[in-house]
């Protein structure tokens, strides 16, 4: 390596790199300020971020390397520092430069791709490089690579509303100023380098499970299970050895207790856990739909949990304190306060063509006997061609026509004379037993018009598909989620139903602050080591799968 001058800051040598002001902005019907302001109004300026000059060859040299693929944040990072290199010194590459090159190398841990660092060229290219210019390119291609390993690593290697706009997450990336900071002041260089992953301990048990499958993959994955007729319990099959290994291959508790020919006691057990872990209906009947489950190759289901495990680095490491989760995959909702999950209901989802989207808020209000607002798509494409032929069709519903804030006869209305295009009216069902929304429901108003309540349909909630609904999530015993949201207000069990019962219209709010998620996962491992899988209702497991792909040739 060429030898350099150590960095010898001067205040001398301080360039003024820019002058940010704050201008004063005219605030809405105000005039534009004019006059100078006085002393208590002056403008503030922003403290002045500096570059200090280069003092020897390298920093010469990294400075004229400076091009337009750099972050302005690395850029003015490189400036404060007079542009001494990060990476090496006139001993070769420092430690901290071997810890990120491993690093990258061990990307895949994450499932990430090491392709999209190149850890291997970096290892060579510190043997190789002989001139200041090629020092200062490795510098600045090692910084943006690991720019890009942290970026990936702590919130995506993509950007989900650009992958899928029913995706409202807009996960925060890191500053290239701030991440170079706190890695030039980490006591413990790896262990910030550990850091830059999610905290959560779900990333954790996914990132372990992906570990042990991908050993099994190594291994030759598991056994397929082969055709034949329904297999019920008490009944002999030659199959039944090879369902054994292949429950016992994945882990499925009580399938290595099991021995002989017939299908029964331990190895059904584990036939309904294999199904539970799969969200199918735990009768321990091997049908078609479980058969088909037990033989998906295990590079699928490895393909799945890297997706997932990109999934979680999209979310926020602490989720609250108070919270309500839903997974639209699995069509499930938890509520977990101070850690811990304190309720569990089946939902009903939104179907693929109605699909939920993804987002998170925060409950408002809970509403009991409320009125159903008809969405203007309900109305229009359902209910307006029922009125055509029967302008009385909704009076059993008790659904009543509203225009200009005045309630409306239908029988006097000409329903010919409108369509999708011109559909003046707002309909409005009555609160009661019939009502769409059932007699409660869970706001947290949004731009998506999603919410949580019931629904007279309870038989829907038997099944073990639930994507049925135009969007919005229906829940099953909702008054005991109301119970448990609304605890702070009253510890009175069963008081929402004595409220409902009164039929009275009622708006509760919470009395301390509940988050709502909103999310989509198909794959994660629960606490008790459980792994779980859940069909892509949606396909977007598909869409993710493609956007990685084209990340990954366009190394981005």
Known sequence: MAPFRSRQLSAARLVLWCLLTLPFASGPGHAQQTEAPTPAE?????????????????????????ATDIPDGLVLYYGERAFAPVWFDRNGLTENAHLVIAAMADANAHALNPNNYGPLEFAKRSETAQT????????????????????????????????????????????PKQLFENAERAVEFSAFLDSLAPHSANYARLKRRLAQYREKAANGGFTAVPEGE??????????????RARLIEEDIPGAADHTGEVYDGALVEAVEAFQGYH???????????????????????????ELNMERRRWMRDDLGDFYVFTNLADQNLKVVRDGKTV????????????????????????????????????????????????PTALTSKNIRVFRDGGEVAPTQVAWNSYSGGNFPFRLRQDPGAGNALGRIKFMFPN??????????????FDRAERAFSH?????????????????????????????????????????????VHITYLTAWMNKDGSTHFRKDIYGRDEVLLKALRTAMTQNL
């Open 132 to 175: 200041p210019e090629e020092w200062a390119r490795f510098e600045l291609d090692l910084s943006l690579q690991f720019l890009r390993y942290a970026t990936h690593l702590s919130s995506g290697r993509v950007q989900p509303n650009k992958v899928n706009k029913s995706l409202n997450l807009f996960p925060h990336r890191p500053d």
């Open 343 to 390: 309720h569990t209901a089946r939902v009903v989802v939104g179907k693929p063509y109605h699909a939920t989207p993804v987002f998170s808020d925060t409950l408002e209000y809970v509403e009991i006997n409320p009125y159903w607002n008809v969405p203007y798509s309900i109305a229009t494409k359902e209910y307006l061609p029922q009125l055509k032929r029967n």
């Open 447 to 460: 731009p998506y018009s999603i919410y949580i309540h019931d629904t007279p349909s309870k038989s829907l």
């Open 230 to 243: 329904v297999l019920k319990p008490g009944m002999s099959d030659p199959r039944v050895d090879a369902l």
């Open 42 to 66: 002056a403008v503030t300026v922003s403290p002045a971020p500096v570059i200090l000059e280069p003092e020897t060859p390298i920093a010469q040299a990294i400075q004229a390397a400076i």
């Open 279 to 305: 969200g199918l209906a735990t009768d321990g009947v091997i049908g078609k739909e479980t058969l088909a489950r037990l033989n998906i190759p295990i590079k699928d289901k490895l393909i799945q949990m």
């Open 471 to 515: 969007g919005c999530i229906r829940v099953s015993d909702p008054f005991t989620l109301a119970d448990v949201l609304l605890a702070d207000t009253t510890t009175e069990t069963g008081h929402w139903e004595r409220v409902r019962d009164q039929g009275d219209r009622k708006i509760v709010k919470p009395d301390v602050p509940i988050e």
